[in-house]
């Protein structure tokens, strides 16, 4: 099954936060199950160095870093070998991020998110959304307080937005690899007949899509005004 996982590794972009620990536990947990490598792309803004400062380490934040990281490796092996590895990003967050997925295009990117809004939290985090679109790449955001594994995907499915169906073969490989319930989630933004069809062709394709591989799913319509 690993094969069919159109990854070359697995991405969490890591400033030593709960968020981001949150991020790298869902990553290593996919990682197991794919057989792929996971990639800690270490940033070395303030809002990091402040994370680790609290933590009462002495030496320079390359030290810090450098010794947290060697602990993280030795924690997660206790529970089964993964592929880890750390790189070290030098300047803005965003930028050398993006800069770094230019050169590797083919990863997926665990972001763990500081959602600021009810539905920000939900869906997307604050900013998770607009990174995915200008760093071009598969973005799985990782909300606050998600410590377990994946009980449920919310696969978003939005007529208007020609990146909808793109987003179903990835969520259906996820699926496999988590064993995870998927709601189907429409977002109704227009009342006319037209986009309500076309929105319900959508929904019945991936549905079809999960079905044959058996797959738990259900199926929800919101008001994607609100």
Known sequence: MASSFHFRSLVVPFDFSPTAHNALFQAIHIGRKTKLPVELWIVTNKYAQEQL??????GSFKEQSEAEVASLHHQI???GPVELSAHWLEGKTTKSIQQKLKENPDVLVFLGVHGERKQDVIFHGNQSNKLSLCWKAAVLAIPPGMEGRFQRMLLTIDAENMHSREKIPYALLLAQFTDAEVVLLGLERRKNKEDKARLRGILHQ?????GKKGIAYRQEILDGKN
């Not at 400062?53 to 002495?58: D, F, H, R, T, Y």
């Not at 991936?206 to 999960?210: G, I, N, S």
């Open 53 to 58: 400062a609290q933590e009462g380490k002495s």
């Open 77 to 79: 092996n206790q529970d």
């Open 206 to 210: 991936a549905a079809q899509f999960f």
